[in-house]
């Protein structure tokens, strides 16, 4: 009995790589290391310039090995519609972009980023988002991205990279992930949190984003700034989880409680919804793709100004 109990724990053993790892949502150069190799492991370099990252030339220079390429801002992780950027695809296009990489159902997920600086870590965080929202759970990020892969010392391959073979994906849209605007404008009225995600000087109204008609951020939301727990060190830019917590306690906000992240074009605003869902444990946390280039379409939608309080949208873009 015992033998047959040991014989059956070693197959185990040894198929164990060919099931989901169940990775957590941010994991360390280290972890991914010891997996490369594993079935059902997909590495996903998406470096663009964003930051100065890089894309297809980059990669095929020094990757890590057995990954493989999408550029965030060239290969359809977004869209535009109806002038709103950065919105996110319809599912049947996701899908066959998905499995245009050789990414499956049953495949684990680790997406790179170039590492290079906070807004390029919002790529690794809205194309994390974009698998969560289809459904697909096996998905992490790998923290300091392919920066801090190469300045830690790990393996780098290099050469043109072949295309992967195209396989089914299948998606579910979980909408409880993604808010509409109709979403936000209740949110607010009820008193639920909403966090924009943009540094400073946008939400207070001091800048503005091209994408927005007119400055300003959402009456009654909180400033959680996506670049303000990221460090850069040698080189590459890792979460600090510890301090994103201590942010977040900061804004005195309900883990369990409906809270919705934006910024302008949904892009940082990806950056905040994995930092406060993910890392920070907010139960009930939602994105706005379209965030204030969509809010602001609206002349008699509110905004919010440091120095001229709540106005709305057609007062400021006369």
Same mark, same amino acid.
């Given at each position: 009995? +015992?033998?047959?109990?040991?014989?059956?724990?070693?197959?185990?053993?040894?198929?164990? !790589?060919?099931?989901?790892?169940?990775?957590?949502?941010?994991?360390?150069?280290?972890?991914?290391?010891?997996?490369?190799?594993?079935?059902?492991?997909?590495?996903?370099?998406?470096?663009?310039?964003?930051?100065?990252?890089?894309?297809?030339?980059?990669?095929?220079?020094?990757?890590?090995?057995?990954?493989?390429?999408?550029?965030?801002?060239?290969?359809?992780?977004?869209?535009?519609?109806?002038?709103?950027?950065?919105?996110? !695809?319809?599912?049947?296009?996701?899908?066959?972009?998905?499995?245009?990489?050789?990414?499956?159902?049953?495949?684990?997920?680790?997406?790179?980023?170039?590492?290079?600086? !906070?807004?390029?870590?919002?790529?690794?965080?809205?194309?994390?988002?974009?698998?969560?929202?289809?459904?697909?759970?096996?998905?992490?990020?790998?923290?300091?991205?392919?920066?801090?892969?190469?300045?830690?010392?790990?393996?780098?391959?290099?050469?043109?990279?072949?295309?992967?073979?195209?396989?089914?994906?299948?998606?579910?849209?979980?909408?409880?992930?993604?808010?509409?605007?109709?979403?936000?404008?209740?949110?607010?009225?009820?008193?639920?949190?909403?966090?924009?995600?943009?540094?400073?000087?946008?939400?207070?109204?001091?800048?503005?984003?091209?994408?927005?008609?007119?400055?300003?951020?959402?009456?009654?939301?909180?400033?959680?700034?996506?670049?303000?727990?990221?460090?850069? +060190?040698?080189?590459?830019?890792?979460?600090?989880?510890?301090?994103?917590?201590?942010?977040?306690?900061?804004?005195?906000?309900?883990?369990?409680? !409906?809270?919705?992240?934006?910024?302008?074009?949904?892009?940082? %605003?990806?950056?905040? $919804?994995?930092?406060?869902?993910?890392?920070?444990?907010?139960?009930?946390?939602?994105?706005?793709?379209?965030?204030?280039?969509? $809010?602001?379409?609206?002349?008699?939608?509110?905004?919010?100004?440091?120095?001229?309080?709540?106005?709305?949208?057609?007062?400021? %873009?006369?």
């Amino acid at each position: 009995m +015992r033998s047959r109990l040991l014989l059956a724990a070693g197959a185990l053993a040894i198929a164990g !790589p060919a099931h989901a790892l169940h990775p957590s949502p941010l994991v360390e150069a280290e972890w991914l290391d010891e997996q490369l190799g594993s079935d059902d492991l997909v590495v996903l370099d998406v470096r663009s310039a964003i930051d100065d990252g890089g894309d297809r030339e980059s990669f095929e220079a020094a990757r890590i090995p057995g990954s493989r390429y999408s550029s965030y801002t060239d290969a359809g992780w977004r869209e535009e519609r109806d002038g709103v950027a950065g919105l996110l !695809p319809d599912v049947e296009e996701l899908e066959s972009l998905i499995g245009g990489l050789g990414i499956d159902n049953e495949d684990t997920v680790v997406v790179v980023s170039a590492g290079t600086g !906070p807004t390029d870590f919002g790529s690794a965080a809205r194309i994390y988002w974009t698998f969560k929202a289809l459904g697909h759970d096996e998905v992490t990020i790998l923290n300091g991205g392919f920066a801090g892969w190469e300045q830690q010392g790990f393996e780098i391959a290099s050469g043109s990279a072949s295309d992967p073979e195209t396989v089914d994906f299948s998606a579910t849209l979980q909408e409880q992930l993604l808010a509409t605007t109709e979403e936000v404008e209740a949110a607010r009225e009820d008193g639920e949190a909403l966090v924009d995600a943009r540094p400073p000087a946008f939400f207070t109204g001091e800048t503005q984003s091209p994408a927005a008609r007119v400055p300003g951020t959402i009456p009654g939301s909180v400033n959680l700034p996506h670049d303000g727990s990221l460090e850069a +060190r040698d080189g590459a830019y890792y979460l600090q989880s510890d301090s994103l917590k201590a942010r977040i306690d900061a804004l005195g906000l309900d883990r369990e409680a !409906p809270t919705v992240a934006f910024c302008n074009t949904g892009h940082w %605003a990806a950056s905040g $919804w994995f930092q406060l869902s993910e890392i920070g444990g907010l139960e009930n946390a939602t994105m706005y793709d379209g965030s204030m280039a969509a $809010w602001t379409r609206d002349d008699e939608r509110p905004v919010q100004l440091a120095d001229r309080g709540t106005v709305s949208v057609g007062e400021l %873009a006369e």
